[in-house]
């Protein structure tokens, strides 16, 4: 089945405490990438990742660190959270550009920061 | 100003009704319009793009009006299932992809 996977689904955590989300999708996209969605906010691009090892900012990405080191793959590092980063969390996937094909979401992770 | 808005509505209507949601963006040079769909507590998925001339899928329509920077969508002869969240898309540059905050549709039976 096509689909993007993420773990852990829901997580609680403490400041400051480094935690790494993973993501992995299995219809070999190019393209990845991580937004948070806060309510009244919408969705906000994190980071994308245009292909392996090719990685850039999207709105918010302070406080986040990616990498692509591998197709399949693009996890999501909080190297120091803060309750500010409490957040419901989706990757996503798409063939190609952001806009020129669907984007394939994950089912999300609910991030709680202490 | 936001890239995209919409109206976070909650919309209230009874089956079989007929409803419209209108979505505004910003910036002239948007190459790319879709609609998301998110149910509660899951993940959005593409509802359809958003095309030049109009499109229409089933009991869906949309459409772009470009000089006024709105796109909208219609939603026909209302099913319980269409209780969701709506969310407006926009492609504008090369990656820069702007979601709307969504407008809450709920179908009263």
């Known amino acids: 089945e096509a689909q993007v996977t993420q773990n852990p689904r829901y997580l609680i955590t403490v400041t400051g405490k480094k935690l790494t989300v993973t993501c992995s999708q299995n219809?070999?996209?190019?393209?990845m990438s991580w937004y948070r969605q806060d309510p009244g906010l919408g969705l906000r691009q994190i980071y994308y990742?245009?292909?392996?090892?090719?990685?850039d900012k999207g709105d918010v990405p302070e406080g986040y660190k990616v990498s692509r080191k591998e197709k399949r793959n693009f996890p999501l590092i909080l190297e120091s959270p803060s309750p500010n980063q409490t957040s419901l969390y989706f990757c996503a996937s798409s063939f190609q550009l952001a806009g020129a094909s669907e984007q394939f979401f994950g089912p999300g992770t609910r991030l709680t920061v202490l | 100003r936001k890239e995209v808005e919409q109206d976070p509505g909650p919309f209230n209507v009874p089956e079989g009704a007929t409803v419209a949601f209108n979505c505004t963006y910003s910036?002239?040079?948007?190459?790319?319009f879709f609609w998301y769909r998110q149910d509660c507590r899951k993940e959005p998925k593409l509802l359809m793009s958003v095309y030049s001339s109009g499109n229409e899928d089933g009991r869906f329509t949309a459409q772009l009006n470009r000089a006024s920077q709105y796109i909208s969508l219609l939603i026909r002869d209302s099913k319980l299932s269409d209780s969701a969240t709506y969310l407006c898309?926009?492609?504008?540059?090369?990656?820069?992809?702007?979601f709307g905050t969504g407008t809450r549709l709920t179908v009263i039976p």
């Open positions: 910036n002239s040079a948007s190459q790319s």
């Open positions: 990742s245009m292909n392996v090892e090719v990685t």
């Open positions: 898309v926009v492609l504008t540059g090369a990656n820069n992809l702007f």
């Open positions: 219809m070999n996209h190019e393209y």
